[in-house]
Nanobody, 120 residues
Framework: QVQLVESGGGLVQPGGSLRLSCAASGNIFSIYAMGWYRQAPGKQRELVARISSAGMTNYADSVKDRFTISRHNANNTVYLQMNSLKPEDTAVYYC??????????????WGQGTQVTVSS
């Protein structure tokens, strides 16, 4: 099993910044990708940003040029630096990690979620 521990959410004014962290631990064979999703009230969960084991990234159009995803492979941690935050960024943010299951397949793990609220 893999455990994900998220931190860094909170309340911030529009235009402000927050940094989310997610540390993976446990029985990890190989991490393929790490990412962040978010879910606002009444909406479906959506991809915010994702980074592959090779460092390739992709972002939702709504956060490009404002958010930056990065990872520290040595300690299996992924970060999301969020700048120029807008009220529409308000959501619960979930860490996602895709790993090998050691048998040629993949496993998908989710964090518990951290609330980000952008409001004046």
């Amino acid at each position: 099993q893999v455990q994900l521990v998220e931190s860094g959410g909170g309340l911030v004014q529009p235009g402000g910044s927050l940094r989310l962290s997610c540390a993976a631990s446990g029985n990890i064979f190989s991490i393929y990708a790490m990412g962040w999703y978010r879910q606002a009230p009444g909406k479906q969960r959506e991809l915010v940003a994702r980074i592959s084991s090779a460092g390739m990234t992709n972002y939702a159009d709504s956060v490009k040029d404002r958010f930056t995803i990065s990872r520290h492979n040595a300690n299996n941690t992924v970060y999301l630096q969020m700048n120029s935050l807008k009220p529409e960024d308000t959501a619960v943010y979930y860490c996602n990690v895709v790993t090998s299951n050691g048998l040629g397949g993949i496993m998908n793990y989710w964090g518990q979620g951290t609330q980000v609220t952008v409001s004046s």
